[in-house]
């Protein structure tokens, strides 16, 4: 029975060829003999070629041959400092992208500290020197508020750090270590101090 199964297959594939082979048939007994029109561009690629074939080689050709060599060299070296040019600007694109995506995620708050650029100590208090010069020179620069509060809470001049993280919050709304720290000043703002034992 298994030596069946592949010869009938086998069989109908047959018929099959000789059905779709009788089919077509008349359609190619119909067909004439002449060939296929050729299209315009190829008769003009073929009269060109002919006409290029009657040509003297050697005083046309070579001239030809060192105009074309010229302007792909040209047309090369157009290319390749257009490349550096786009490099170069696609550089500089994505160095500025990266400091923005820096400074929007310290903004938001998710701690990537950024430098505060504070000159040298106005006044003999060093750092608190430094940090009030930083805000007077530039009132919108929340990382200098944010050190301004760190230090006056490390103080425990709590009014004065509370100050400090509203003027943040002032700069920047969606600050969200200024709310933390501004709702830790205030829960212990509200909270009376233990009694000494």
């Known amino acids: ?34 060939p296929p029109a050729q299209s315009v561009w190829r008769t003009t690629l073929l009269r060109l070629r002919r006409l ?19 302007i792909l060299r040209r047309m090369r070296i157009f290319v ?3 490349e550096n040019k786009s490099a170069a600007w ?3 694109v994505k160095d500025r992208s990266r400091q923005v995506a820096q400074r929007s995620k310290f903004l938001r708050g998710e701690g990537i500290p950024l430098k505060v650029d504070v000159p040298a100590p106005a006044t003999p208090d ?12 530039n009132p919108e620069d929340a990382p200098a508020y944010l ?8 103080r425990g ?14 700069i920047d709304p969606a ?21 000494p034992v």
């Open 126 to 137: 060093g750092e608190l020197g430094q940090l009030l010069a930083a805000v007077r020179r």
């Open 175 to 195: 600050h969200s270590i200024a709310r933390q720290k501004l709702e830790q000043i205030a829960v212990s703002v509200t909270q009376p101090p233990e009694a």
């Open 52 to 70: 290029a074939g009657r040509l003297p080689y050697q005083r046309y050709w070579g001239f030809a041959l060192r105009v074309w060599e010229k």
């Open 1 to 34: 029975m298994y030596d069946f199964v592949p010869i009938a297959v086998i069989l109908l594939a047959l018929v099959g060829m000789i059905v779709v082979i009788g089919r077509k048939i008349p359609v190619l007994a119909e067909l004439t003999n002449t």
């Open 157 to 170: 001049q709590l009014q004065e750090a509370k100050v400090a993280l509203e003027k943040l919050l002032a």
């Open 90 to 92: 696609l550089a500089g």
């Open 80 to 82: 390749l400092k257009a």
């Open 147 to 154: 050190a301004l509060s760190d230090f006056y809470l490390k």
